[in-house]
């Protein structure tokens, strides 16, 4: 007579085993949170989006010059961009209507849920600063950036609050230095907006 109680025991031990390993996997889903941040296909395809709108605005912008008048929409005696905050010198929240680049970020930004910061790099003798000209929080991890390059002259003008030309650079009070490595080159400016989904 043959004897089934190990081959009974074997498939005790297989039915056990994978019902721990289901219990496991179901444990193990149950756990993982998905959020609408979490990265997915989906969520890269936003950030795709976000990132080629903010290259063409910024591409449009500096096409049309708003993009430089921006950038030199400063106030020097009150040494902050025209009708920006007075204890942080930049816009938080949505820029003035004003802002020569304002209604290029409303229609790119504003109107598809999108927030976004943007940035002044320069240049000076001790190395490259940055200045904040929009701030609309703190970026997320999946945020995105682009940004361009302004060559700036001497003989540009400085930006009026009515959008009038002020004073040339070579004689102005402007946050960024004159480089003086030539006679006609002011600064180069790198414009940058680092933008992602609310």
Known sequence: ?????????????????????LAAVGFALQVTAVTPLSPSTSSQHVESQIQSTADGALDSAAQDGTLAESVLFWNPDEDRFHNASEDVAHYQGSPPERFPLSETLERTFDDRNVAY???VHYHTDQGRLTRQLVEQGSPSDHAVSASRTLVVHESDRLVERDGASGDRLGGSD??????????NLYNLFHVEVVAWRI
């Open 1 to 21: 007579m043959v004897d089934d109680t190990r081959g009974q025991a074997l498939t005790l031990e297989g039915i056990s085993a994978a019902i721990i390993l």
């Open 117 to 119: 910061n943007l940035l």
């Open 174 to 183: 402007l946050y960024a230095p004159n480089l003086e490595t030539d006679e």
